[in-house]
């Protein structure tokens, strides 16, 4: 390797592939093992555990290196290392210690074969409150991990094949191959290479790239005279994102129409984000240091996932910048720190908002105002906030609002009037204009989920099924009404993070116990009081409310017709649905955890 280039944080890079001479007698020998599926999460970290991109780490950890990141953020051996990469699994009988298992993802293809070393069981809110720093569902990961096997195996991994990918391969390189390209730029530019070592600056991304990016790279590299990594991350990302297809587009034509192409590199990670903010900041420095980059961009609340259950960030605006500083010489990637970039337009140039001199006028279009005042209204970005390629690409990939898809869901007790009011909303929106799905809770026991019992395992499977049907109509801008019970907490919420939140409206029908018995004309809760049924939500199973739905409903003092209305006037309030003309849907629209 070129000393323009620094070997990687734990030494030389983690190579998992085993030679293709002996792939065929290891597939076939694959054949006769037991399988183990893989979730898209776990895809996505073995293909970087067998790339190098988690060097040093070799495998899913085994309960010392877990438990040691968890308490230190360190592996066993010292090593800083602040995420647990794991493989939760069910019990079964070939989880145990020396029994060798084939690793396959949904699509049944063979990735590895893992040598079982350790089967451990976890403790879930450990995990989330020493990672995450919170128990709190609204978190994407937090409610993720209610969909964990109890135990985590770890052992030796053979991997047969990187998971197939047939978008963008021209972008999908792997830490050796970027380190080879960048070696390549440096070799041919000395101009950028006078140091011992190439500077490189990687910029983490999940969103399409405006303006105030672009400068912001640019200075970030040039600050350096080094080169700029553009890493976005195109594996799981924070739910609801713009879609990553959509944003390598724009990607690409900013590399290759905006930036000098000897200051670039574009390339693809394929990683699960945890969101985990401070946590995450540092892992990110660790895997583009793998990478080959020795400075990295640490933004406003990097890595975070957005606001709780009460409507406070998770993490505060500089934690994660703090943090990845703390550990920067350690890491061996220096932080480089931008304020938030405004645009002059008396200069017609971008700068910092903490140089600007006291008055001087700028303008700055938040995130929020990109989705909520331009894009969800078909108005075209301003080509001083974006370039007008980018404006282009995102206007075909988003329609206005009233196009998009939602999902209102209804929860609430048994008998409590979720099914009548959906049924009258349902009739509202279609006259309105959408075309809407209704997925009754009882009409999909029927069908999606026939079989299913009401064990909470079942229940859970049942309302996850529910939400991916859900998630798939509104990614395709259909309006879904879903109305069951769905009495845990971090289930509905593991279906918002489906769903995108967004484009979710959680509807509590929020009706006394006594009143539902009172409704119940199929006797289903005095059975239960007699205990003749098992497992009855509100009388021997728990359900658990909303801490903060978008809606409340008050079901003793309202019709079912009157609710379904003031749910029609949230969705005009939004944009989600267009009013008749001369209509007025209702005098004062819905607000966030109540109805007027």
Known sequence: MSSLLI??????????????????????????????????????????????????????????????????????????????????????????????VALRNAKNELLAVMTIEEVYEWDREELAQKVFSTLDTRHPLVAELYTWGPLFISGPLRVIQLPSHYDFRDLRLTPAQVRRRLEETGEENPEIARNPHLNVVAFQTRNPLHRAHEEMTKRAAQSVNGVLLLHPVVGMTKPGDVDHYTRVRTYKIMAERYY?????????????????????????????????????????????????????PFYGPYEARQLASRYSKEVGVAVISFDTMVYLPDEGRYEELSRLAPGQRYVLISGTEVRENFLNNGRRLPEWFTRTEVAEILAESYPPIYKQGVCIWFTGLPCSGKSVTAEILTQLLMEHGRQVTLLDGDVVRTHLSKGLGFSKEDRDLNIRRIGFVASEIVRHGGVVVCAAVSPYRATRNDVRNMVGANHFVEVFVDT?????????????????????????????DPYEPPENPEIRLDTVNHTPEENARQILAYLVHRGFVKPLDGERVANTPATPGHMP
């Open 7 to 100: 070997p990687p944080y734990g030494g030389q890079l983690v190579d998992l592939l085993v030679p293709p001479e002996d792939v065929n007698e290891i597939k076939a020998y694959a054949g006769h093992l037991p399988s183990v599926l893989l979730s898209e999460r776990a895809v996505c970290d073995l293909e970087l555990l067998a790339t190098g991109a988690f060097s040093p780490l070799d495998r899913f950890m085994g309960q010392r290196d877990y438990q040691r990141v968890l308490d230190e953020m360190r592996l066993a051996n010292g090593y800083l290392f602040p995420i647990p990469i794991t493989l939760p699994v069910e019990p079964g009988p070939h989880i145990r210690i020396g029994q060798d």
């Open 512 to 540: 006394p116990l006594e009143i539902c018995e009172q409704r119940d004309v199929k006797g289903l809760y005095a059975k239960a009081r007699r205990g003749e049924i098992k497992g009855f939500t509100g009388i021997d």
């Open 260 to 312: 000098d192409p000897r200051r670039v590199l574009l390339a693809l990670l394929p990683l699960a984000m945890r969101l985990a903010g401070p946590r995450e900041a540092v892992w990110h420095m660790i895997i583009r240091r793998n990478y080959g980059a020795n400075h990295m961009i640490v933004g406003r609340d990097h890595a975070g996932p957005g606001v709780d259950s009460q409507g406070r």
